[in-house]
């Protein structure tokens, strides 16, 4: 199971989080994120599993409560994989604007963003 990036958060700066952003589902297979693409957006899974692709070789399988995307945004460089839908997914979409002013007003969240942002690179 994924550990959520809200977990630490007080249910207050969670809600706050989930508010910004814009629900959508996915059909699985969909691809929301592309290798080597600009970092415009990112979500947050509620519901379904992705599948993390570097060179199309899968690097990490993710579910609820992950962020996908935060990596380039965090670190403003180019998407470093590509993220495909192994499920029909629920998702909080962000754009990169939105994740940024969040991380500036909602420290805690900023933090664990930041944290998740540098666990992934070292994976890809």
Same mark, same amino acid.
């Given at each position: 199971?994924?550990? $959520?990036?809200?977990?630490? #958060?007080?249910?207050?700066?969670?809600?706050r989080?989930?508010? !910004?952003?814009?629900?959508?589902?996915?059909?699985? +297979?969909?691809?929301?994120?592309?290798?080597?693409?600009?970092?415009?957006?990112?979500?947050?899974?509620?519901?379904?599993?992705? $599948?993390?692709?570097? +060179? +199309?070789?899968?690097? *990490?399988? #993710? +579910?609820?409560?992950?962020?996908?995307?935060?990596?380039?945004?965090?670190?403003?460089?180019?998407?470093? *994989? $590509?993220?495909?839908a192994?499920?029909?997914?629920?998702?909080?979409? @962000?754009?990169?604007?939105?994740?940024?002013?969040? !991380?500036?007003?909602?420290?805690? @969240? =900023?933090?664990?963003?930041? *944290?998740?942002? !540098? =666990?992934?690179?070292?994976?890809?």
């Amino acid at each position: 199971m994924t550990e $959520s990036i809200l977990d630490g #958060l007080p249910s207050a700066d969670a809600e706050r989080v989930l508010a !910004a952003g814009r629900p959508l589902t996915l059909p699985q +297979g969909w691809s929301p994120i592309a290798e080597s693409t600009p970092a415009d957006k990112a979500y947050l899974i509620t519901e379904g599993e992705v $599948s993390v692709r570097k +060179g +199309g070789v899968e690097i *990490a399988t #993710l +579910g609820p409560g992950a962020v996908v995307g935060e990596t380039a945004i965090v670190n403003r460089t180019l998407r470093s *994989a $590509s993220v495909v839908a192994l499920t029909p997914l629920r998702v909080v979409h @962000f754009t990169s604007e939105t994740l940024e002013r969040l !991380a500036d007003e909602v420290p805690a @969240f =900023g933090a664990a963003l930041r *944290a998740a942002a !540098a =666990g992934r690179a070292d994976q890809v």
